[in-house]
């Protein structure tokens, strides 16, 4: 919960059963009364979850040499997307409180995955045109290449003047085992639009290449799907206001959380700061960076304000209306909720919350 | 992201930018590629040059020149100056002629076309019938007369290009005023000469391929007089009094004839083979020159025995018993003499020979005993061996430029002391603000030193490391080894010499302090030369160091090349820049940064395998680091260059060969011209279309650490910065390499007076790993001001500002793919701006330039000068990392001419348009050295000639040329206006300070012109090894 410690030894080469696990760990804190979800923080500083042997078999080898475990009450985790970055990234924080409060809303309650981590996922669908898809890859932590090619050619556009032929680009081929042939989303002849929000009308091959690889932590294209009859099918969003969404093959967010992070998205791309490693001295090669430490830190933090979050929510629920209205009043700006440093999160969340 | 990608909207900001930043490409330096014309005005003393891509290149006086290209970009083959006018005729491959003329416009000349002109011929005729072989500019300025492939001389009336049909020279009209005897024997081929009588403008001679030469009179439109050779003609010349032609032949054989009595004779006056008696190459070209004290010269081209000397370029003089035949190096295009423009004057006293060869020009001084050339102030050919790498150095301090210069005086010795003799126009370009020098290293381990102040590049000084080093080649072989008795009499000239003894010589990084003289070198098989300046000749031993770069890392094999092997015991040394030290790298792999602290007297340098430091002072290493990651197989192995190199040295020799056996002649053979083109650019396209059918595709793939090359050091760098704590500063060196890593040591130097006794201590201080590894190609540190620290002995020459040691210093780090602003000492990242991802393109070269307002003459802004893989030029504001201008500047397929480019401190650069060519551009408003030069085209002295009238009767002007005097000011014409004000104000600032500082009698004046003294910036990048 952020508040509490503790270190046990378990043998690595033995770890055994994911519930005897379980009870030592409830056991251990003397929290055997709540449930609780446990998660383990892998060599990417990304946050996995322990709920099967299988994954626990894992996270015990990859401990080097210690495993950190995390616990989390379960309803609070259920909302809180497991995932590459989760803990490195501060700014997550408030996505995931914001997220948090207007799903509520909207009564829509789909947990993460519980065993594996995200590998792609299609966003923006509301604001894109039905026949363009918007797919984010994330390279991250993941051992598969990215593995597919990009070629010019034409494409045909509506223009004033009638029908045209432009140059364009197009996904060529893709490697078998790939990630991007294994999310699925992407197709050969699919033509690119978009690199991380940046149009590649104009652009050369080599550009784009270079684009490409340039994001390619983070990659998100926009496509022109060359098959468009698997396209997600949208109902009319006359009511927009009520948050209901029947996309939930392609997304889970809400609509208004999908305007929410649509904006993050953007910011994102800003904000995600590669933290490029800094070794100080002389340190004899030792490659327990820094970074690690800070994540820890974070790790902590973000539980907390978590925990504190959940204590509030749960004593007022009436006041989501409220919540909202702030929450859409800081829309507008969501740069300004950005830039404050670590101590101006903690200080935000009450203000949200209340 | 989003913000950089908006335009500024300040407007106030954008008027400054205005002020500050304009993109001019403003001259080009050095040889023209493939020239393929030559022509010459003896009027206005102007040389002109065509190339094979339709470029017309005018020479004159140092510092006048012009540049037109043709809008079909089809090879110019012959060139020709209207007599006595501003006016030139060419003419193209596609048989088209093109009249340009320079005109003067707003106190410059300016080179415009005027005409364009295609000989059409009745209908049903053959092409032949009108494609142009010869083409004669009258005397009167008025008519240019054209031989064709058919035997047939057209008339056409300039400036309008109006054919005269009745006063056309057909064939069938001289053959009717040839006796019975010539009538019989001859065919009329194509015309090969066309001479106006040098005194009688109403005579002309027509010789013909076959062998007939005719004297036409154009009054009464009938034969003269007539010769038969017996050879195939293949050109004519006159003598001066019009007494005597001389004719060359294609069996090498020259004949004389009379023209004095109507009694027409069969056989010459006298006839000579002169490298007989064996078989010998077709003379292609003829002078017979008088002189004041009696005996004429012949200068001839070709003619050589075909079996033993037919593969050499040579032209040959005689005189008086004396003959050389001078050897150049590449194939002759054309070659012109300079003698007396005087019509009226009795001789023709020949003072000059100009050669132009296929890759460079030279000139022979024959009024000097042994006929020596001249150096040329500028058409130098850069490529004399091919340039491997490129470093300027701005603002000279005086005493280094004299030393210089004076080095290389003693290195051209052997040219001619004769002025230089194309001194046509004259330039009203302001003298150069101040002294650059550009070096250039050569593949066969020479450094160049140009002068780079204004439009002349001039070669000041030419240093080679070879003596260092053992190598096959005798280094005493000289150029004129042939002995006294050899038949013919070869004499090498020129100094285009494109074969290196040895491809690990190949300079790849200069690093020069213009304050100490002290000079870094280092080459393709890891070594590292540190050179000082000394003005005396000196004999003594180079100490020679080993680095090994590898250290202690196991199991590791070098494939590549064997490091150089240094010549032992004392070398003799000219007086220049002499090497008193050797860092041989281990293994020998290029070297691909280089650094260079004249005040800590350290040298720094890298290869792909670490990068070590090294006391030149007590002349120790310091440390060397290993940058390999363990899987980097192909770093390890080397990348087998020799084995390439030599592949490709094959290659281009053989290539060579195949191109010199194309036949020099300078017409293409007989055939419908337009056909031949058609199917050309068919098969081409088809060629284009075969290579749409395989698409290129590309791999998308994140970088990885295990990619190869990850270790390759491509930045060095020197700062006296913060880097451990934010109190205490001290030296440090920060290397950069190819994968994404930032290395900083900092040094401990001893103070100066136990500088000798205490060693330098290094320690590694800060590693830093750019998280998207992209190469980092640039480092720099920014003061407390964020200005960039100065250069070493800068402020102690109190020539910079000495740095803010007070406020928080600034580390940038530029990669390929983004630029990354980190505090100091914490190394956080404080911001940063990202080009690969927002728009594909990668940071190729970056530099720090100093940008002057055109408008406040005290206003100034420091600023990153960048060059991208899409040879886009654009300027990021410092050291908010904000993107200024942006400019297009090199084609991207431009490969090697975007990896040669190099940024001045002054917003300045320059690039290789072809292997022999630089061309110079300017981003700053300020700094503009573009050639400004006015032509004058009454010239007293021709008072002879009745042609100057003609000037009004010019048709509609049509300006369908480009010319590059033009190009500048498509701007508008206030905007030129502003540049030119702002060079004489400075012009004259600068004269009062140098007045001032001879005053003064001070060390001061040092080239800082400049009334406010400024840190100037630094240059970045060591860029990446080809």
Redesign the interface.
Known sequence: FGAEFRRFSLDRHKPGKFEDFYQLVVHTHHISNTDVTIGYADVHGDLLPINNDDNFCKAVSSANPLLRVFIQKREEADHYSFGAGTLSRKKRVLVTLRDEGLRRRAHLDIGMPHDFRPVSSIIDVDILPETHRRVRLYRHGCEKPLGFYIRDGTSVRVTPQGLEKVPGIFISRMVPGGLAESTGLLAVNDEVLEVNGIEVAGKTLDQVTDMMIANSHNLIVTVKPANQRNNVVRSSRTSGSSGQSTDSTASHHSLQAAHVLQNFHLEEMESDEEADIVIEGALESQHVPKAQGLVRANGAGLAHSLQRDLGLHNSGRESNGSIHKLLSSLKPDPRHTLVLPQGGVEEHGPAVTL | ??RFLRPGHDPARERLKRDLFQFNKTVEHGFPHQPSALGYSPSLRILAIGTRSGAVKLYGAPGVEFMGLHQENNAVTQIHFLPGQCQLVTLLDDNSLHLWSLKVKGGVSELQEEETYTLRGPPGAPPSATQITVVLPHSSGELLYLGTESGSVFVVQLPSFHVLDNRTISSDTVLQWLPEEARNRRVFEMVEALQEHPRDPNQILIGYSRGLVVIWDLQASRVRYHFLCSQQLENVTWQRDGRLIVTCHSDGSYCQWPVSSDAQQSEPLRSSVPYGPFPCKAITKIFWLTTRQGLPFTIFQGGMPRASYGDRHCISVLRDGQQTAFDFTSRVIDFAVLSEAEPAAAFDDPYALVVLAEEELVVIDLQTAGWPPVQPPYLASLHCSAITCSHHVSNIPLKLWERVIAAGSRQNAHFSTMDWPIDGGTSLAPPPPQRDLLLTGHEDGTVRFWDASGVCLRLLYKLSTVRVFLTDADPNESLNAQGEDEWPPLRKVGSFDPYSDDPRLGIQKIFLCKYSGYLAVAGTAGQVLVLELNDEAAEHAVEQVEADLLQDQEGYRWKGHERLAARPGPVHFEPGFQPFVLVQCQPPAVVTSLALHSEWRLVAFGTSHGFGLFDHQQRRQVFVKCTLHPSDQLALEGPLSRVKSLKKSLRQSFRRMRRSRVSSRKRRPAGPPGEMQAASTKAERTGLQNMELA?????????SAEDSFTGFVRTLYFADTYLRDSSRHCPSLWAGTNGGTVYAFSLRVPPAERRMDEPVRA??????????R?PVVGILVLDGRSVPLPEPLEVAHDLSKSPDMQGSHQLLVVSE?QF?VFTLPK???KLKL?L???????VRRVGVAHFGSSRAEDYWEHHLAVLT??GDIQVVSLPLLKPQVRYSCIR?EDVSGIASCVFTKYGQGFYLISPSEFERFSLSTKWLVEPRCLVDSVKPKNHSRPSHGNGTGMGPERASGQARNTGSQNDGEEKKAGPVMEHALLNDERVLKEIQSTLEGGRGSCGNWHPHRVAVGYRLSNGEAE
């Open positions: 992201m989003r698409p290129v595709q590309r791999k998308i793939e994140a970088r320690e590694q201080a800060k590693e830093i790993q750019l998280m998207h992209a793919e990354k190394v956080s990242a990202k690969t991802a927002l728009e594909g393109s990668r893989n899409l991207r």
